[in-house]
């Protein structure tokens, strides 16, 4: 059986009724945000921003909320305050700044400016009346001016990842998508993900650099008999990048081979060894070396099947990623991931036809 066709059956499996399902939490999300709509147009329209409300729970630095619930908090804009800003004190991270930008559709924070700020996810399934989000998942290999299928330059790479920086894309973490695809936790509208394969030291000398200067992070799958390589990282290298924050290593299995088919001349006793020890080895290694927790396998060539999800089941996995192309819903099978890869023959408009996040359908 061909790897399109078990994605395909799985992928169906998976998703067989979820029309009815996104239907009904659309209605839920619907009542959710009409609720939020009537209780903010009630507050402005009696005066509420005017009020002193007493002493507020989130203390008295910075700007003091002009109304609160155990939902939503609004506040007046202060000359030093910033989408960050506000995060930090609101919803105690500063990283989900991307909540309050997203909830009141502004890329900055203005002085005297009403901002409603969302205690909670409103809608953690990204699923809408007119359609739903999807995250691209890019794929990377190597980096530089090889003229190669798979390797970009790094003037190219730079350039798309301005790209993301300076039209409101938000780069995510792989192991973000895993309370996402589980209903739990809501992504931001514009989320993409990078990731990097096979483990080429250009990615340390070439791509690594131009990840930090715009603070995006990246998971980067290593088949580990590469490692050490002439070509590839070492772990010294893969640990400095770890330790920066930006940077998560995955497996990507041990020697690359394809774990979907069986070689010549291989039983089924010898094939089902081998895809456990294609997991299980590289596992066992990086935990070893990192000391990271592992989440997300990559497919060779992005070939799978039931044994391999399985053993990854096993081993406490919660993703699996192919190479075929598309955006990931909400109700994605977590094992059948989609990745587009990034190909060094792709122009600027190529680059931003592979970032869509939203697909219509209608879900009333």
């Known amino acids: 059986m061909t790897n399109s066709v078990i994605f395909s059956r799985r992928s169906t499996e998976w998703q067989k009724n979820w029309k009815s399902v996104l239907k009904m939490k659309t209605r839920r999300i619907r009542s959710s945000h009409a609720i939020c709509a009537l209780f903010l147009l009630v507050l402005l329209a009696g005066g509420c921003a005017k009020r002193d409300l007493g002493p507020s729970?989130?203390?008295?630095?910075g700007p003091s909320p002009v109304a609160e619930t155990k939902d939503f908090v609004i506040v007046i804009a202060g000359s030093g305050d910033s989408l960050r800003s506000l995060a930090r004190r609101f919803l105690g991270d500063e990283y989900k700044f991307w909540v309050i930008a997203d909830f009141n559709k502004i890329s900055r924070v203005m002085p005297g400016q009403e901002i409603v700020i969302p205690l909670k996810d409103l809608n953690p399934v990204g699923v809408y009346s007119n359609g739903y989000q999807t995250v691209p998942i890019l794929c990377?290999?190597?980096?530089?001016?090889?003229?190669?299928?798979?390797?970009?330059?790094?003037?190219?790479?730079?350039?798309?990842?301005?790209?993301?920086?300076?039209?409101g894309y938000r780069v995510v973490t792989l192991a973000a998508l895993i309370p996402f695809l589980e209903g739990q936790k809501a992504l931001p509208r514009r989320a993409v993900v990078i990731t990097i394969d096979d483990g080429y030291k250009s990615v340390y000398t070439v791509a690594y650099p131009i990840l930090k200067k715009y603070g995006f992070p990246a998971t980067l799958f290593v088949y580990n008999d590469f490692i050490g390589a002439r070509a590839g990282l070492n772990w010294p290298e893969m640990k400095e990048m770890v330790d920066s924050g930006l940077i998560d290593i995955q497996a990507h299995s041990w020697s690359h081979s394809n774990l979907a088919l069986r070689k010549i001349n291989e039983d089924v006793a010898g094939y089902r060894n081998r895809v456990w020890q294609?997991?299980?080895?590289?596992?066992?290694?990086?935990?070893?070396?990192?000391?990271?927790?592992?989440?997300?396998?990559?497919y060779p060539y992005g070939d799978t099947n039931d044994l391999v999800i399985e053993h990854l089941k096993e081993l406490d996995y919660s993703l699996g990623v192919s190479v075929q192309r598309g955006g990931n819903p909400s109700f994605e099978y977590p094992f059948m991931l989609r990745r587009t890869m990034v190909l060094n023959n792709y122009d600027m408009k190529t680059f931003r036809a592979i970032l869509k996040v939203f697909k219509k359908a209608s879900l009333k």
């Open 278 to 298: 294609e997991v299980f080895a590289p596992t066992q290694q990086i935990r070893k070396h990192l000391v990271l927790p592992l989440h997300s396998f990559a």
């Open 140 to 167: 990377y290999h190597r980096f530089g001016n090889k003229n190669a299928k798979l390797n970009i330059s790094a003037r190219t790479f730079d350039k798309q990842m301005a790209f993301l920086h300076d039209n």
């Open 57 to 61: 729970i989130f203390g008295s630095a």
